[in-house]
């Protein structure tokens, strides 16, 4: 029983059917990310038409000047179980950057306020995300760095404040050459995601990405950690559902 901790399955034309399919390849539980009000609403309805869905409510950076005023009301929702995504893209600049840390400073605020954590996506903004992380800790909150590609001290300086790291499909790609990262992690401290639409894994490169195929980012982690896949995901699903109350959810 496997857990996608980071999907996006709000384009979907057949969200049903490919949550089944999931089901059938042993990912039993999804987490569907939120990345503005219009994508959290439709990650809501999802998780209150789906056993095994989850939520998450948040701006990404991509779209900070939007503004969080309608998705505050959303966190707390039935169903949702952290902020975000939300965090800083310096390699788009899709917002200003300025924006992008006064929505990333919010939304840390939003999720010590509602006790929930965040979710948290950094691109080329590795000393803004480590001051972001210093003041979450200050606050009491703390997270998870999604899709992860940045360095082992970013990762280290995360950890140590309590964080989580998530590895997706790109560590399955041939330009992937960092296997050393996978093992910088410590095991309770492991998430993996697919990111669905995006990033399918290998062999399914270049397609439209589905939960289901998390599988393969798994055994890609284990094998460069030297453990077992099956014991991997298992441990993998045990940190989602601490780091997102999951069973607590489910109950």
Not at 78 to 94: K, S
Not at 207 to 217: G, L
Request: proline share 5%; charged share 20%.
């Amino acid at each position: 029983m496997w857990t996608d901790s980071h999907c996006h399955l709000q384009g979907e034309t057949d969200p049903a059917g490919v949550i089944a399919t999931a089901g059938e390849a042993g990912v039993t539980r999804l987490v569907c990310v939120g990345t503005d009000a219009a994508t959290t609403r439709q990650a809501i309805g999802l998780a209150a038409a789906h056993e095994g869905v989850w939520a998450t409510a948040g701006l990404h950076p991509h779209d900070a000047t939007q503004g969080l005023e309608s998705v505050v009301p959303l966190v707390s929702a039935p169903g949702v179980v952290a902020v975000g995504e939300c965090g800083l893209d310096y390699h788009y600049d899709n917002s200003p950057r300025e924006s992008q840390r006064v929505a990333f400073a919010a939304q840390i605020a939003l999720a010590a306020e509602t006790n929930k954590p965040l979710v948290v996506h950094t691109r080329d903004a590795e000393d803004d995300t480590r001051a972001m992380i210093d003041d979450a800790r200050t606050a009491g909150a703390t997270g998870v760095l999604h899709c992860y590609t940045g360095t082992p001290a970013l990762a280290e300086f995360a950890i140590d404040a309590g964080w989580y790291i998530s590895f997706s499909g790109i560590i399955t790609f041939k330009k992937w050459t960092d296997d050393d990262l996978l093992r910088v992690v410590p095991s309770n401290r492991l998430l993996v995601e697919s990111d669905s639409p995006y990033l399918a894994p290998v062999p399914f490169r270049g397609k439209r990405n589905e939960p289901a195929w998390v599988s393969h980012t798994i055994e890609k982690l284990a094998a460069a950690r030297a453990d077992d896949a099956g014991h991997l995901g298992r441990i993998t699903a045990a940190n989602a559902e601490r780091l997102f109350g999951l069973a607590l959810e489910a109950a």
